[in-house]
């Protein structure tokens, strides 16, 4: 499948230069002594610019995000397994066990919200795990609303505990890893390395719940917060793990024009 992809030697020039001034940028903003994952969103292009920075000469990038359950188990057929993908949409009850079960380098699932749809993950990786034993259990994160908008997934902030609490305790097969958000517009285009962002506040200080209502250290709980226009301000304030899209691939397609695999 992916060996008989063909990369365009430009394109994957110029991916590789925009993931490169990204990672310099990240590694700017950071002052500790964490290490940032960068997860690059490949939703809506296709599998070739995935493969080309996957492929390319040291550093490999391992890491990539998707919103779509469809367009996420068309690429995972196509693309080495190597690969730890990252689903990062909103997330729909009915998908969740397909998603789980069908692709085994899934390597997280970061917009976990409510506890059906932690049982239905919990499902299929179950199914996963009893007939294949190399496949680890599912990294998952709690998205949290920390912005109040309606037209955001993720548990309220005062909910975001107990469903903590489910995963941990009702669900062997899926490994709470930490908490995520997608702040507010408004306050993500005015966040700097200096100015704090509020739901980034916000996010930092859940986490700290959490950790102390899970009787957990909290650094054990890692924070996914900070896109294109404010990744480096949320790294100042602690972010474990920042998504970055167009920065890298450049504009995405409409949906209804993507396409996984282009046409010579």
């Known amino acids: 499948m992916a060996d008989e992809m063909q990369i365009n030697p ?29 997860i690059a969103v490949s939703k809506l292009k296709p599998a070739t610019d995935i493969l080309a920075l996957h492929q390319q000469p040291q550093p490999i990038h391992y890491h990539f995000g998707e919103n779509y359950v469809q367009e996420l188990l068309e690429k995972s057929e ?12 909103g997330l729909q009850s009915n998908k969740c066990k397909q998603l789980a079960e069908k692709i085994p380098n899934l390597w997280c ?22 007939s294949d034993a190399s496949v680890e259990p599912l990294r998952v994160m709690v998205q949290v609303n920390t912005s109040g908008e309606e037209s955001k997934s993720g548990v309220e902030p005062d909910d975001a505990l107990a ?20 702040g507010a517009i408004a306050r993500s285009k005015a966040t700097t390395a ?4 509020e739901d980034f506040v916000a996010l930092r200080d859940i986490r700290d719940k959490v950790a102390e209502g899970l009787s957990w250290e909290k650094e054990k709980l890692e924070l996914s917060m900070g896109m294109s226009a404010d990744f480096e301000g949320a790294i100042t304030m602690g972010s474990d793990e920042v998504r970055v899209g167009s920065d890298i691939f450049g504009t995405r397609p409409a949906k209804k024009d993507a396409v996984v695999v282009e046409k010579g």
């Open 10 to 38: 430009q394109r994957a020039k110029q991916l590789a230069e925009n993931l490169a001034s990204i990672t310099s940028r990240i590694n700017a903003a950071n002052k500790s002594s964490r290490q940032i994952r960068l």
């Open 78 to 89: 196509l693309l080495p397994r190597s690969i730890r993908w990252h689903f990062i949409g």
């Open 109 to 130: 699932v970061s917009s976990v919200d409510t506890e059906k749809k932690c049982d239905q993950l919990e499902k299929g990786r179950k199914a996963l795990v009893e």
């Open 163 to 182: 469903l903590a609490k489910h995963i941990v305790d009702k669900c062997p097969t899926l490994r709470f890893t930490g908490l995520m958000t997608i």
């Open 194 to 197: 200096e100015t704090e962002n």
